[in-house]
């Protein structure tokens, strides 16, 4: 069974940074290919997909949103992926969620329906 744990949430001033990280458990980083990807979800709106990356090549894949602000990185022997954040503003404010799919390429699709495992979430909140 696979199981995520995300860690590093926090509030910030608009202009800081935060690291997010989400340890999985279950599956493995070094002789499987996954897709794993952070998603946030704002009060009143949808979850949507921040960034990815899969296992198997690294390759990253980002909101436009965050692109140039945020990076998706992944450490094989600790199983972990993390999401840096940096010039954090006000409305990156959200719980932000660690996602898997196991044996799956992400450039096979990295919708919210595509993965199949989730953390319970860490908060982050950005203030002004």
């Known amino acids: 069974q696979v199981h995520l744990v995300e860690s590093g949430g926090g509030s910030v001033q608009a202009g800081g940074s935060l690291r997010l990280s989400c340890v999985a458990s279950?599956?493995?980083?070094?002789?499987?290919?996954?897709?794993m990807g952070w998603f946030r979800q704002a009060p009143g709106k949808e979850r949507e997909g921040v960034a990815h990356?899969?296992?198997?090549?690294?390759?990253?894949y980002y909101a436009d949103s965050v692109t140039g602000r945020f990076t998706i990185s992944q450490d094989n022997p600790k199983n972990t992926v993390y999401l840096q954040m940096n010039s954090l503003k006000p409305e990156d404010t959200a719980m932000y969620y660690c996602a898997a799919r196991p044996v799956w390429v992400c450039s096979w699709g990295r919708r919210e329906d595509n993965y199949n495992y989730w953390g319970q979430g860490t908060q982050v909140t950005v203030s002004s």
């Open positions: 990356i899969d296992t198997g090549d690294g390759s990253t």
């Open positions: 279950g599956l493995s980083f070094t002789h499987v290919r996954n897709c």
